[in-house]
């Protein structure tokens, strides 16, 4: 199992990353390290989908001298699904970041728990 | 090449434990601002550099930037809410 | 909005409303907002919960020293119990990645060209590409011809993020509220700044021209180099933005208002449906679409690619830009 994790280190590296980010958003109170979680989460789904494209020894694929085989270039599936994913998470941060500053503006306060504690007061009043 | 995008991998597994575990807001979001430099080399060796430049661009740029204008609007508001306390 | 309800109490679409609720109408009320609380009455709350802590902290301590060894055990328990949070957690960290690096050992070597990923439809798209959208970057053809469709929705997505944002960090200016009003003084932020520092400016008089040039040949060159309208995009918000920083809002009016912004994404998302639903239409019934390929290589070439690329450019921009100035100011 080791040898072959070796083989991979990309998708490797990618589950890491998952994992730390998925226990960032889970398990921080702060809503701003959540979304930071959130962001290396999509950063190591961007990784792992990469490598799925990458073939060893081969270019970018942008077409050179007409060379036009499928044995000189990677697959650019992946990299164009990539490409629109990145910025995609940015408008998702902008959104997320914007709903911190409503909440931060109503409770005065960073930390979920007690933010949840505020409203369901305010509720019961 | 290999070694190099090994370390890379393991500055990048680094960067995100680092993130977790600081304590004050503006080094993570700096280290999350490296975070996304490594990532964008790795997409070089990965041979797409469409995604390098919009790693580039989006997430080490305008990314960054929208964290440390949260965290500023943030400090705003509690300094505010600080001075009427004094005053009050 | 105001305006829109003096005609709706007399239209034609209220009776109509309330001969089918059975004369009842939801609005006749009047919209009644959500009663915001005063920010002294949440300061109040907030001490008075600290304080309740502290009480219940200090009768656990007490009652802990007095009474039995309930207590102390109930004590000790919270504590306990943040401890195990924090050791269940790393636990519970290390048992995702455990899994997913189990699967990720049973899946093919990365690089291999055998992998089932690598299959008939990358070959089609590097093996005819060139010939049938005539862009030299396989990459640009396939996000802006073969999957069109897609992007086309992902620039929808940008502009309904940006209207999210819009709507929840805007300050009205003509707004009647003596409290927002407060709030709009305090944002406009040039007082609190180095008023015209002369080091940014001289950088950015530098620095600016080159990232728009830099910028715009992305866009422009999407077909031909790595690059295209999103990446160019970002690269030509991200000049907007350092332009602003350096010379404030005033100069930056002259170019560019929420006027402009409106204008220029509703152009470019409605020239890129319009584009593509030509594009699809000849294509789905076989016709000729009239559209000439060009010679590849050459900066006018690949037929639709260059106009969609300059379309999602600016449409990136102006919301990379918009998101800046919402999350400073609270409008453009």
């Known amino acids: 199992m080791l040898q072959h994790l070796s083989l991979n280190i990309e998708e490797t590296a990618a589950v890491i990353l998952f994992g730390v980010g998925f226990t960032i958003l889970l398990l921080h109170r702060n809503l701003i390290k959540k979304i930071m979680g959130m962001n290396v989460m999509d950063t190591a789904t961007y990784l792992f989908l990469a490598s799925k494209g990458y073939i060893t020894g081969r270019a970018v694929p942008i077409v050179v001298d007409g060379v036009q085989e499928v044995e000189a270039y990677i697959n650019p599936v992946p990299s164009g699904l990539v490409l629109t994913g990145i910025v995609v998470s940015v408008s998702t941060t902008a959104l997320m970041l914007s709903l911190t500053i409503r909440l931060y503006e109503r409770y005065h306060s960073l930390d979920l728990d007690e933010i949840l504690i505020m409203a369901k007061e305010e509720e019961q009043t | 090449?290999?070694?190099?995008?090994?370390?890379?991998?393991?500055?990048?597994?680094?960067?995100a434990l680092s993130v977790a575990f600081t304590k004050d807001l503006l080094t993570s979001i700096i280290i999350f601002m490296s975070y996304s430099l490594i990532m964008c080399l790795i997409w070089m060796i990965l041979q797409s550099p469409d995604l390098a430049i919009t790693e580039a661009a989006v997430g080490a740029g305008v990314t960054s930037i929208l964290f440390f204008l949260t965290l500023k609007k943030i400090r705003a508001i509690r300094k505010e809410g600080q001075d009427e306390q004094e005053e009050g | 909005m105001s305006r829109r309800k003096d005609n709706y109490e007399t239209s034609r679409w209220l009776k109509f409303k309330t001969w089918v609720d059975g004369e009842t109408d939801p609005l006749s009320s009047g919209m009644d907002p959500t009663e915001v609380i005063p920010e002294s009455r949440m300061r109040e709350r907030r001490k008075d919960l600290a304080r309740r802590k502290a009480y219940d902290e200090e009768l656990t301590r007490i009652a802990a020293h007095h009474e039995g060894k309930t207590e102390i055990m109930k004590a000790r328990g919270i504590r306990y119990f943040q401890k195990f949070y924090k050791v269940m957690s790393v636990i519970l960290c290390l048992g995702i990645i455990l899994v997913l690096l189990w699967t990720v050992s049973a899946?093919?070597?990365?690089?291999?060209?055998?992998?089932?990923?690598?299959?008939?439809?990358?070959?089609?798209?590097?093996?005819?590409?060139?010939?049938?959208?005539?862009?030299?970057?396989?990459?640009?053809?396939?996000?802006?011809?073969?999957?069109?469709?897609?992007?086309?929705?992902?620039?929808?997505?940008?502009?309904?993020?940006?209207?999210?944002?819009?709507?929840l960090l805007r300050l009205d200016a003509d707004s009647k509220n003596e409290s927002i009003k407060k709030m709009i003084a305090e944002s406009d932020d040039r007082h609190f700044e180095p008023k015209d520092d002369i080091i940014l400016q001289k950088c950015a008089c530098v620095l600016v021209p080159v990232i728009m040039i830099f910028g715009i040949y992305i866009v422009l060159n999407g077909h031909l180099s790595p690059g295209g309208g999103f990446s160019g995009g970002a690269v030509l918000g991200s000049g907007l933005i350092l332009y602003l920083t350096a010379y404030g809002y005033r100069k930056m009016s002259r170019l560019f208002t929420e006027k402009v912004y409106r204008r220029t994404t509703l152009c470019a998302l409605t020239f890129y449906c319009l584009a593509k639903s030509y594009s699809f239409?000849?294509?789905?019934?076989?016709?000729?679409?009239?559209?000439?390929?060009?010679?590849?290589?050459?900066?006018?070439?690949?037929?639709?690619?260059?106009?969609?690329?300059?379309?999602?450019?600016?449409?990136?921009?102006?919301?990379?830009?918009?998101?800046?100035?919402?999350?400073?100011k609270g409008g453009m």
């Open chain 3, 107 to 167: 899946l093919p070597v990365t690089g291999n060209a055998g992998n089932p990923a690598n299959n008939e439809v990358a070959a089609r798209y590097i093996e005819k590409g060139l010939q049938e959208t005539g862009a030299v970057n396989i990459v640009t053809g396939m996000i802006l011809d073969y999957r069109a469709f897609d992007t086309f929705g992902e620039s929808c997505v940008l502009f309904i993020a940006s209207c999210c944002v819009l709507v």
């Open chain 2, 1 to 15: 090449m290999r070694l190099f995008e090994c370390i890379l991998l393991l500055c990048l597994v680094l960067c």
């Open chain 3, 281 to 328: 239409f000849t294509g789905a019934n076989h016709l000729e679409s009239g559209i000439p390929l060009g010679t590849p290589g050459a900066i006018l070439s690949s037929g639709l690619i260059l106009p969609l690329n300059i379309c999602v450019g600016l449409v990136v921009a102006c919301t990379m830009y918009v998101f800046y100035t919402l999350f400073r």
